[in-house]
């Protein structure tokens, strides 16, 4: 990296323009002076940009010049070309026109996408170039006077990729007839020069999962652990999603605001890194979704899926019903009255009973009565038993609404795709496993949480001659959260009331604001009482809107030039009060009389943020929306410009690009954080409210960098392919742990109140994480249905994010969020595929990797921060997602239509086997002591406070068992004329196997954390009633693990158990 920091603008505009000069000068020799052993071509001018470009270039522009380099950004895409986020997302046609006999080129030949304006004629050697294609399968005509026209049908076009499709034409004194022609996909991609896995609709109709997720999990190089994804060692969050060409990541999350229905996919296509310049926004890999446009003529489908054949917590087949519900209605076509007018429509209503597909071990206590610990007095009885059945959670439910739908106007020369998504989630937040035990007698209170997301994206294509076309896209997203209580609502005031709750029927309050205790039963184990008040509230909402434009233009029949760039700008908001009753009490006194009065609007803002722990920004303390002043909203920007070369000869097709980012989080820092030392330094922080001065922070920076990338391929044969790439990526980490309000923000800096608690990291100071990545691979054609592709990659990974304690003068001042990790992964992907013969179908993904690096996430040095021991040493290890070996073998046979008879026609099987070798994880102590434990969670107490984590051996030395798991559809077509019906069986974990995800980091298994029969459990464990209710609730179903410590909230211990789901399809 070569750091410009505090150089003028001019610097900025200069390196920026010579690199961008570089990329689009470079050009190719095949004269025979300057011939080379690679492919003929020689690479003289390749060398400048090599030269100017190999490394990432960070150039951070003073503040005063802020305002000029954004304007000049701006400006600049506007006046030149301006795509993507909306990235090209459309696909190439090219191919070669001959006489069948003679093998000599036909000039002016008329090539023809059926149902499409899109076509073009043949030059003086007979190719020709189709550009601008829509994700989809064609049938493509070629006429010639004096020949028979000849139709291929069943060519597949991807994004972004180049697909060629030769024909050979007959003279009509030989055939008069038209010839008519289905075409096999290609097994091999001859055009691209990186890794990029598709996946169509017919591919995913016949798996026995739904969820694009896990369908992107089955690829090489993919690792899925506790419900996250890594992609070729990168951490979780660095795959940036894209439906239709827009970019639908949330950069608070880092994850995918908009998941299309998988009736709706036209294709799924994931690149594992290695991309090209025009893509960006992610360290690890690219997801981009095609969604299916309406045909030329009228098609739908209603699908319904369900287990619900069983009462909750009955057993049948050897597993219990989820209570799952699963229908969709898709409808596309073309417009009665404007045929070039294609639309298409799906609907979706998800839901589930019992939403967390777990093992629960079923147990029953009855006549439980509070112990000594209990205010009501040791002997009273509970207001029932508490009673768990196999694999069943009340009030657990999860539903979700999904609607989306495309339109396709095609205008030739111009034409237009507009796409929408509507989502609404819905779910209950304390039913889940472990908090349902807790909320045992008050899951009728559980907070309601509802998220809903909208998305829109309307895209033009105007192709101005057969060799050059642009694009321009304009799209909004908005995702809206609520957690709230589901008998008060917005009214949050009221949730702590006694008088409100009252009205309701909920008594026994010991105060105004106070909610009755909660019962303790055997050695002080908490359970809420069934009238116990919510007292948290919570609302956040991210908005974005973003333009770009893309320009598209074949130079001549080997050189495409590409050149864009793209601008979204968000707008995010949050509140959420974690302590309600806190709040009323001190706004209003014990009685709800005494309001309390303040002496300035700033000490109300601060006093109740502090009270009710308020986290607000983009609303005002009260949750008012506020655009300005001290709680305006963040409004992050990214913008990106980028220049990229495509040359494809016969034997030769090289990429040549370079990619501007720039990140503009819209944050302010410490002018000085130093001064944050001295309690009485008035300037930073306020001694009095005990909160930092607003006024003294100062705007950061946005960053800019400029990445090159270079790719190429060679196809040695029409059967052999070997490719090669280079190139940097960057990305910014998950923004929701930069944007915090400012109370939140004091208790972790105060000079008065902070200690050795773990408090909120200070975000201030990160930057972006970066990623350089090589990839060699081969694609071999090894017989006309059977390939197999094979690459190597390596990963050079900077700047990743973890907690440091912030102490440069030698005083520990805060903890913070720096950007200090690094790490580097390697491996191996090889995937096998058997196109369809003699009905079987195969493909096989298997991946080795050694993913290795000095944190796994953000907070990975937590422990070593609250043991005081200082900064951390950096410690190079494997990662905890490492998964060396990992994989996937799907075989899928079936009879056609005509094929078997009536009894086998249409019968079909698709026999999933995933497996991989288990993460690296670290042994530790047993716990000493109980620390901050009670005795139900000190079997974890390493995992709930770090300060009591001391390893024994290597950090992520040990590895968990292997995990192999067999996923199972069946199926069978009835084909009724127009109509075809459809009865199929879903069967996941076929086998009910025990898979075993996690374990205790004090045993290594997942049968025990080892308290019972550690000595210091001897106290309680002579107490049988202490015993079979640990036992229960911790070792046969995991309370205490799966919720503890801030890493393992929500994951398991064990896979889930098998499912079984019925479906009818009908399809027209």
């Given at each position: 990296?070569?750091?410009?920091?505090?150089?003028?603008?001019?610097?900025?505009?200069?390196?920026?323009?010579?690199?961008?000069?570089?990329?689009?000068?470079?050009?190719?020799?095949?004269?025979?002076?300057?011939?080379?052993?690679?492919?003929?071509?020689?690479?003289?001018?390749?060398?400048?940009?090599?030269?100017?470009?190999?490394?990432?270039?960070?150039?951070?522009?003073?503040?005063?010049?802020?305002?000029?380099?954004?304007?000049?950004?701006?400006?600049?895409?506007?006046?030149?070309?301006?795509?993507?986020?909306?990235?090209?997302?459309?696909?190439?046609?090219?191919?070669?026109?001959?006489?069948?006999?003679?093998?000599?080129?036909?000039?002016?030949?008329?090539?023809?996408?059926?149902?499409?304006?899109?076509?073009?004629?043949?030059?003086?050697?007979?190719?020709?170039?189709?550009?601008?294609?829509?994700?989809?399968?064609?049938?493509?005509?070629?006429?010639?006077?004096?020949?028979?026209?000849?139709?291929?049908?069943?060519?597949?076009?991807?994004?972004?990729?180049?697909?060629?499709?030769?024909?050979?034409?007959?003279?009509?004194?030989?055939?008069?007839?038209?010839?008519?022609?289905?075409?096999?996909?290609?097994?091999?991609?001859?055009?691209?020069?990186?890794?990029?896995?598709?996946?169509?609709?017919?591919?995913?109709?016949?798996?026995?999962?739904?969820?694009?997720?896990?369908?992107?999990?089955?690829?090489?190089?993919?690792?899925?652990?506790?419900?996250?994804?890594?992609?070729?060692?990168?951490?979780?969050?660095?795959?940036?999603?894209?439906?239709?060409?827009?970019?639908?990541?949330?950069?608070?999350?880092?994850?995918?605001?908009?998941?299309?229905?998988?009736?709706?996919?036209?294709?799924?296509?994931?690149?594992?890194?290695?991309?090209?310049?025009?893509?960006?926004?992610?360290?690890?890999?690219?997801?981009?979704?095609?969604?299916?446009?309406?045909?030329?003529?009228?098609?739908?489908?209603?699908?319904?899926?369900?287990?619900?054949?069983?009462?909750?917590?009955?057993?049948?087949?050897?597993?219990?019903?989820?209570?799952?519900?699963?229908?969709?209605?898709?409808?596309?076509?073309?417009?009665?009255?404007?045929?070039?007018?294609?639309?298409?429509?799906?609907?979706?209503?998800?839901?589930?009973?019992?939403?967390?597909?777990?093992?629960?071990?079923?147990?029953?206590?009855?006549?439980?009565?509070?112990?000594?610990?209990?205010?009501?007095?040791?002997?009273?009885?509970?207001?029932?038993?508490?009673e768990f059945k196999r694999n069943y959670l009340y009030n657990n439910y999860g539903m979700t609404n999904t609607f989306q739908g495309t339109v396709l106007w095609d205008l030739?020369?111009?034409?237009?795709?507009?796409?929408?998504?509507?989502?609404?989630?819905?779910?209950?937040?304390?039913?889940?496993?472990?908090?349902?035990?807790?909320?045992?007698?008050?899951?009728?209170?559980?907070?309601?949480?509802?998220?809903?997301?909208?998305?829109?994206?309307?895209?033009?294509?105007?192709?101005?001659?057969?060799?050059?076309?642009?694009?321009?896209?304009?799209?909004?997203?908005?995702?809206?959260?609520?957690?709230?209580?589901?008998?008060?609502?917005?009214?949050?005031?009221?949730?702590?009331?006694?008088?409100?709750?009252?009205?309701?029927?909920?008594?026994?309050?010991?105060?105004?604001?106070?909610?009755?205790?909660?019962?303790?039963?055997?050695?002080?184990?908490?359970?809420?009482?069934?009238?116990?008040?919510?007292?948290?509230?919570?609302?956040?909402?991210?908005?974005?809107?973003?333009?770009?434009?893309?320009?598209?233009?074949?130079?001549?029949?080997?050189?495409?030039?590409?050149?864009?760039?793209?601008?979204?700008?968000?707008?995010?908001?949050?509140?959420?009060?974690?302590?309600?009753?806190?709040?009323?009490?001190?706004?209003?006194?014990?009685?709800?009389?005494?309001?309390?009065?303040?002496?300035?609007?700033?000490?109300?803002?601060?006093?109740?943020?502090?009270?009710?722990?308020?986290?607000?920004?983009?609303?005002?303390?009260?949750?008012?929306?506020?655009?300005?002043?001290?709680?305006?909203?963040?409004?992050?920007?990214?913008?990106?410009?980028?220049?990229?070369?495509?040359?494809?000869?016969?034997?030769?097709?090289?990429?040549?690009?370079?990619?501007?980012?720039?990140?503009?989080?819209?944050?302010?820092?410490?002018?000085?954080?130093?001064?944050?030392?001295?309690?009485?330094?008035?300037?930073?922080?306020?001694?009095?409210?005990?909160?930092?001065?607003?006024?003294?922070?100062?705007?950061?920076?946005?960053?800019?960098?400029?990445?090159?990338?270079?790719?190429?391929?060679?196809?040695?044969?029409?059967?052999?392919?070997?490719?090669?790439?280079?190139?940097?990526?960057?990305?910014?980490?998950?923004?929701?742990?930069?944007?915090?309000?400012?109370?939140?923000?004091?208790?972790?800096?105060?000079?008065?109140?902070?200690?050795?608690?773990?408090?909120?990291?200070?975000?201030?100071?990160?930057?972006?994480?970066?990623?350089?990545?090589?990839?060699?691979?081969?694609?071999?054609?090894?017989?006309?249905?059977?390939?197999?592709?094979?690459?190597?990659?390596?990963?050079?990974?900077?700047?990743?994010?973890?907690?440091?304690?912030?102490?440069?003068?030698?005083?520990?001042?805060?903890?913070?969020?720096?950007?200090?990790?690094?790490?580097?992964?390697?491996?191996?992907?090889?995937?096998?595929?058997?196109?369809?013969?003699?009905?079987?179908?195969?493909?096989?993904?298997?991946?080795?990797?050694?993913?290795?690096?000095?944190?796994?996430?953000?907070?990975?040095?937590?422990?070593?921060?609250?043991?005081?021991?200082?900064?951390?040493?950096?410690?190079?290890?494997?990662?905890?997602?490492?998964?060396?070996?990992?994989?996937?073998?799907?075989?899928?046979?079936?009879?056609?239509?005509?094929?078997?008879?009536?009894?086998?026609?249409?019968?079909?099987?698709?026999?999933?086997?995933?497996?991989?070798?288990?993460?690296?994880?670290?042994?530790?102590?047993?716990?000493?002591?109980?620390?901050?434990?009670?005795?139900?969670?000190?079997?974890?107490?390493?995992?709930?406070?770090?300060?009591?984590?001391?390893?024994?051996?290597?950090?992520?030395?040990?590895?968990?068992?292997?995990?192999?798991?067999?996923?199972?559809?069946?199926?069978?077509?009835?084909?009724?004329?127009?109509?075809?019906?459809?009865?199929?069986?879903?069967?996941?974990?076929?086998?009910?196997?025990?898979?075993?995800?996690?374990?205790?980091?004090?045993?290594?298994?997942?049968?025990?954390?080892?308290?019972?029969?550690?000595?210091?459990?001897?106290?309680?464990?002579?107490?049988?009633?202490?015993?079979?209710?640990?036992?229960?609730?911790?070792?046969?179903?995991?309370?205490?693990?799966?919720?503890?410590?801030?890493?393992?909230?929500?994951?398991?211990?064990?896979?889930?158990?098998?499912?079984?789901?019925?479906?009818?399809?009908?399809?027209?």
């Amino acid at each position: 990296m070569y750091p410009l920091a505090k150089q003028p603008a001019s610097v900025v505009c200069f390196a920026l323009e010579r690199v961008v000069m570089c990329g689009v000068l470079v050009g190719l020799r095949n004269d025979a002076a300057s011939r080379s052993i690679l492919g003929c071509y020689s690479f003289w001018p390749i060398l400048l940009f090599v030269e100017t470009s190999v490394q990432s270039i960070q150039l951070i522009s003073i503040k005063e010049e802020v305002d000029m380099l954004r304007n000049l950004l701006i400006t600049t895409t506007l006046l030149l070309v301006f795509p993507v986020l909306l990235f090209a997302q459309d696909g190439k046609l090219r191919g070669k026109v001959t006489d069948r006999e003679s093998g000599d080129p036909l000039i002016g030949a008329n090539v023809v996408i059926d149902g499409t304006s899109l076509g073009a004629s043949t030059d003086i050697s007979g190719e020709y170039v189709i550009l601008a294609v829509p994700p989809g399968t064609y049938a493509v005509k070629v006429s010639y006077i004096g020949y028979s026209p000849v139709t291929i049908s069943n060519i597949r076009v991807g994004a972004n990729l180049t697909v060629r499709q030769d024909f050979a034409l007959s003279t009509t004194a030989i055939a008069v007839e038209a010839v008519e022609i289905v075409a096999d996909r290609p097994l091999i991609q001859r055009n691209t020069t990186n890794t990029v896995r598709v996946t169509t609709q017919e591919n995913i109709k016949n798996l026995p999962f739904r969820g694009l997720q896990n369908i992107i999990a089955l690829e090489a190089g993919v690792v899925q652990q506790n419900g996250n994804l890594y992609v070729r060692g990168g951490r979780s969050g660095e795959v940036a999603y894209f439906v239709d060409g827009a970019g639908v990541t949330n950069p608070i999350f880092n994850s995918e605001n908009v998941s299309v229905i998988q009736e709706a996919v036209e294709e799924l296509q994931l690149q594992a890194g290695g991309y090209t310049a025009e893509l960006g926004g992610s360290n690890a890999g690219i997801a981009r979704t095609t969604m299916r446009s309406g045909g030329s003529s009228f098609t739908g489908s209603i699908d319904y899926q369900t287990d619900d054949f069983a009462k909750p917590g009955e057993e049948f087949l050897g597993t219990t019903s989820r209570g799952y519900r699963n229908a969709v209605v898709t409808v596309g076509g073309p417009l009665p009255f404007a045929k070039n007018v294609k639309l298409f429509f799906a609907g979706q209503h998800n839901y589930v009973r019992n939403r967390q597909a777990i093992l629960i071990e079923p147990f029953k206590f009855e006549n439980l009565l509070s112990d000594v610990n209990d205010a009501r007095g040791a002997g009273q009885p509970l207001p029932g038993p508490i009673e768990f059945k196999r694999n069943y959670l009340y009030n657990n439910y999860g539903m979700t609404n999904t609607f989306q739908g495309t339109v396709l106007w095609d205008l030739a020369p111009f034409k237009l795709k507009a796409t929408a998504s509507y989502d609404f989630f819905e779910r209950p937040s304390g039913g889940q496993w472990p908090t349902a035990l807790r909320f045992y007698f008050n899951q009728g209170r559980n907070l309601m949480q509802e998220t809903g997301t909208y998305f829109g994206n309307v895209r033009l294509t105007h192709v101005i001659n057969p060799t050059t076309f642009y694009e321009i896209g304009v799209w909004g997203q908005l995702r809206s959260f609520r957690s709230y209580d589901p008998d008060f609502g917005d009214d949050w005031k009221l949730y702590a009331d006694s008088t409100a709750n009252a009205d309701k029927g909920f008594t026994g309050f010991r105060a105004k604001y106070r909610g009755p205790n909660n019962y303790s039963i055997i050695n002080a184990f908490t359970i809420q009482h069934e009238n116990s008040p919510n007292n948290s509230y919570s609302k956040n909402e991210q908005m974005s809107l973003g333009f770009s434009a893309d320009l598209t233009s074949q130079l001549d029949k080997n050189w495409e030039l590409k050149a864009g760039g793209r601008l979204e700008s968000w707008t995010v908001r949050n509140w959420a009060i974690s302590d309600i009753s806190s709040y009323m009490r001190f706004a209003f006194g014990e009685d709800g009389k005494s309001v309390r009065t303040f002496t300035d609007a700033q000490e109300r803002r601060i006093r109740l943020a502090q009270r009710g722990v308020i986290n607000h920004y983009g609303f005002d303390v009260d949750g008012n929306k506020v655009d300005s002043g001290v709680d305006a909203p963040p409004q992050p920007m990214f913008a990106s410009a980028y220049v990229q070369n495509r040359f494809e000869y016969d034997d030769l097709i090289l990429n040549l690009g370079v990619r501007f980012e720039y990140f503009d989080t819209d944050h302010k820092s410490f002018s000085d954080p130093n001064s944050l030392k001295n309690a009485n330094f008035s300037a930073d922080f306020d001694p009095n409210l005990d909160v930092i001065n607003e006024q003294a922070l100062v705007g950061v920076d946005p960053f800019q960098l400029v990445l090159p990338r270079v790719s190429f391929s060679f196809p040695v044969t029409d059967k052999t392919v070997f490719y090669a790439q280079y190139g940097k990526y960057a990305q910014m980490p998950s923004l929701n742990q930069l944007y915090v309000g400012t109370a939140t923000l004091s208790r972790s800096v105060s000079p008065i109140t902070r200690g050795n608690a773990f408090l909120t990291p200070v975000g201030f100071f990160m930057k972006p994480e970066r990623t350089t990545q090589y990839e060699m691979g081969i694609r071999q054609l090894l017989s006309d249905n059977f390939a197999f592709t094979v690459s190597g990659f390596y990963k050079d990974l900077k700047d990743q994010l973890n907690v440091r304690l912030y102490a440069p003068e030698g005083t520990r001042l805060f903890i913070s969020y720096l950007n200090e990790d690094f790490g580097t992964t390697k491996g191996v992907e090889l995937t096998l595929e058997l196109r369809r013969t003699n009905r079987l179908a195969a493909k096989v993904n298997y991946t080795l990797s050694d993913a290795q690096g000095t944190g796994s996430d953000p907070r990975s040095a937590q422990g070593a921060i609250e043991q005081n021991i200082g900064r951390p040493i950096s410690i190079i290890a494997p990662l905890a997602f490492n998964q060396a070996h990992r994989g996937s073998i799907m075989l899928d046979y079936r009879f056609a239509k005509g094929d078997g008879g009536p009894i086998l026609e249409g019968l079909g099987a698709n026999v999933l086997l995933t497996f991989n070798s288990g993460h690296n994880y670290t042994r530790v102590k047993e716990p000493t002591e109980l620390g901050q434990s009670n005795p139900w969670d000190v079997g974890v107490e390493n995992m709930n406070d770090p300060r009591s984590s001391f390893p024994v051996e290597p950090l992520n030395n040990s590895t968990t068992p292997w995990i192999f798991n067999v996923d199972l559809n069946l199926s069978k077509m009835f084909y009724l004329g127009d109509v075809n019906l459809e009865f199929y069986v879903n069967v996941l974990n076929l086998f009910n196997s025990k898979q075993i995800l996690n374990v205790y980091p004090t045993t290594g298994t997942a049968q025990d954390d080892g308290w019972l029969t550690s000595p210091l459990a001897a106290p309680f464990a002579a107490d049988p009633q202490y015993v079979a209710f640990y036992k229960a609730i911790n070792q046969d179903n995991r309370w205490a693990y799966m919720g503890a410590g801030r890493g393992q909230v929500g994951t398991d211990i064990y896979g889930a158990p098998r499912q079984i789901r019925v479906g009818l399809k009908l399809e027209m």
